[in-house]
């Protein structure tokens, strides 16, 4: 297999904007997306990924779109022109006020996300198990010309091994399965023999009761040629102990504040993947 230079996998502490900094703007909206996008060129924005009815790619965490939006119903139940007629900014609320309701705050495609902006780096995170979500996916990517500035990321194996098979130089997370692993043999002494995960390792510190981040997994990690972010980060304090640890970037949802506490934070020169074994 061949290698492949990318942007994340260069030196440096990354603020990932988690769901786009869901404290600052409506989550996986295009005002989230693009307010995060102007406070760093450096910045890296998650996006979660789900399927409509009428395979159409758009920005949500939840099946269920009524946490989010003054709609109803669940995403890969409803099609796209329905989705489209929600308010995603309904729900997202600052000291007692609404500022978004009724300000055309929608829900975006996948492919508006990536034509409005061109050069940012983001986590594509992707939700649900439809067959050719994947597939679809990744016909994105490569219509965008974006392989070079994504990572994508899913808990679910099968969307990441078929990405992985059909381009095997683009740059993935982790999937459940492999950190599941990854942890349980490092328990025992035995993570050396732990499979390499594709580039990026998106993990929280803890699960649970169970404490799943520890200095020996960022270097045994580092030591592979990974990167280790931690998921979700919301307090500053956090942030200056992980990085101090070896973690070489924090997912949180208010991207500003983290942005100015770490404002030496990166170094732009790209990495090599290592070729997948």
Not at 37 to 64: N, P
Not at 78 to 100: C, I, M, N, V, W
Not at 203 to 217: A, K
Request: charged share 25%; aromatic share 6%; glycine share 8%.
């Amino acid at each position: 297999m061949g290698f492949a230079k990318h942007a994340l996998l260069g030196d440096g502490f990354r603020i990932v904007a988690y769901r786009g900094g869901a404290d600052e703007r409506p989550e996986n909206t295009l005002a989230a997306f693009e307010h995060a996008a102007s406070l760093s060129k450096s910045i890296v924005i998650e996006l979660d990924v789900r399927r409509t009815l009428d395979g159409v790619l758009v920005a949500m965490h939840d099946d269920d779109v009524s946490r989010t939006t003054d709609g109803a119903g669940k995403v890969s139940e409803l099609d796209h022109d329905t989705l489209r007629s929600f308010d995603a900014g309904y729900r997202f609320e600052k000291s007692g006020q609404f500022p978004y309701r009724g300000c055309g705050v929608g829900i975006p495609t996948v492919s508006e996300v990536l034509a409005r902006l061109p050069e940012q780096l983001l986590v594509l995170d992707v939700h649900g198990e439809h067959p050719s979500i994947a597939h679809d996916l990744a016909r994105l990517v490569e219509q965008h010309g974006a392989a070079a500035r994504v990572v994508i990321a899913s808990e679910l194996t099968n969307v990441v091994h078929r990405t992985r098979r059909a381009h095997p130089d683009w740059l993935l997370s982790a999937t459940a399965g492999q950190l599941r692993a990854r942890v349980l043999l490092e328990r025992i002494h035995l993570d050396t023999l732990a499979p390499r995960t594709g580039g990026i390792v998106m993990i929280p510190e803890v699960h649970g009761s169970l404490r799943v981040l520890t200095p020996r997994f960022v270097a045994h990690a580092h030591a592979r040629g990974e990167r280790v972010w931690v998921w979700v980060v919301e307090q500053l304090a956090d942030s200056h102990r992980l990085r101090a640890m070896g973690v070489d970037g924090v997912f949180t949802p208010s991207p500003t504040a983290f942005l100015q506490a770490h404002d030496d934070h990166l170094t732009t020169a790209p990495a090599v993947i290592p070729p997948f074994p």
